[in-house]
């Protein structure tokens, strides 16, 4: 399929053919006009499938565009977008068959989703003028019946017995043979093996319509069941078992390659013979099961009789002294090494499976642990942001999320290490902390929170460090605010007691006097004279 951008602004047209994955939606060349001239002239080299348009523009608008485009019979799909919502103007362009209407900025799920919609419509135009005019809606109807009735089979919303399903068939006037034997293959794409972070809905039509097109040679085939579970996205293929397996591998092999070239992901399929129709669900769940054990296997094809046997002389486990004498070391570097060398040996070995790396996970945890907890660190407000969480979660995964997941631990731990080796850095970074909050109501809970230490730990090396307690300094820097706002200001010595921090005006004035030898009202009069 074809495009064409037409902007008056020349960096809007620039940044909106770099903004969008075309090859993910099936469009294969991209044109370019400033002004509706220019464009008109494109259509004598080649007519455009899609057209992108801003509707306010000085030589001719929007709307002049789509009345020539549907004037002289040109089948295009149309998105306008503008900076300016207007009723006429999307009323005007609907009147025209307009598919989207997108209002600046750009939105990039909206923009995508106003693009898969009219690739929609003009696909489905297109196939439905190849149809007779008395069977085209009857024929597409049946691929939506059949593809139905497929999704059903392999979720068991219809029950796996034969008399169940042959009554399904007859409900839904399909001409599916009971007695055939299928060749379930299902194609797998886990979020973690993306290189690009694809909106669901998009990866998912443009997967879809990948393996429709590899397997059919065109989109949106009945036989194609497209679904996602948890972070794997699974397109199924259900067919008679007339092609030889050896021709179903090679297209699986040829759909893996597109994956990488076309969506920059991994994907894996897995093949199940011989199974009649009422075996389907069972197929499905077990081909789903290999996938989730596959650690180190994934962007090949396999068998579903395989099952990922791994050789197991001993359980394995780290070498936890010499991890933590990395650490101690700072040797960042050798530690994700061992790490890398230790799974490519395992691998080597046939012995990597989700439970080896469930125990390496372990015992590199807890030598992290082991070591934050010498250092009187909390961990889990060490690794409590977002990002470390979303590692963790996708670290069994595979080897290369888990080693994403252990360089993030270990240079975090080994950062934080040092500056608490460091503890001026530590004590600094507190004082900013009370420096900036002093008017909050601040414990030393709230502030050991900050540089992820215990209080205890904290009031020790803060004491050391100032020769004070936290709660002496937060109370000297409030009293040393409020100097300045009762020198400078005409507050209420009350509203500056609460302005500083302080619950009460007498512990202020408490306060207030044990740190400067004066009560606030003293220490005002005697600016004032001083001042005179």
Known sequence: MQCLLIDDDIPTVNVLHDFVDWDAFGISKIMTAHNISDAKLLFEQSIPDIIICDIEMPKGTGLD??????EHKYDCGFIFFTCHESFDFATTALSFNADAYVIKPFDKDKLET???KAIDVIKQRRELNEYSRYGQAWLKNRDLVEQGFWRDIMFATIPPRLDVIQSEMRKRDLDIHLEERYLLAITCVSKTDMEIDWNDNTFKYAFHNLCSEMWFGTTDHSQIV???MEDVFYSALIIPELEAIDVVKEKCNKLIKQCRKLFRCTATSYLAEGNAISQI????IRLEEMDKKNIIYKGKVHDGKERFVYSHSEPYSLDAAL???????GERVKIVQLLKKELELLASLNKLDVNTIRAIHQDFVQVVYALLYKNNIQAHKLFSDEAAQQLAQSSNASVFEFMKWANYVTNTTIDFLKLVIASEGVVEKAKRFIQEHYDQDLNREDIAAVVFLTPDYLAKRFKLETGLSVKEYLNEYRVKVAQ???IHSKDSISHIATQTGFDSLSYFS???KKVTGDTPNAFRAKYNVLKI
């Open 65 to 70: 565009m789509i009345k020539w485009v549907r």
């Open 226 to 228: 497209t679904y996602k």
């Open 114 to 116: 106003s693009l898969i």
């Open 484 to 486: 300045e706002m009762l």
């Open 323 to 329: 991890m933590n004498t990395l650490f101690i070391q």
């Open 281 to 284: 669900a069972e197929a499905k």
């Open 510 to 512: 408490t306060v207030f």
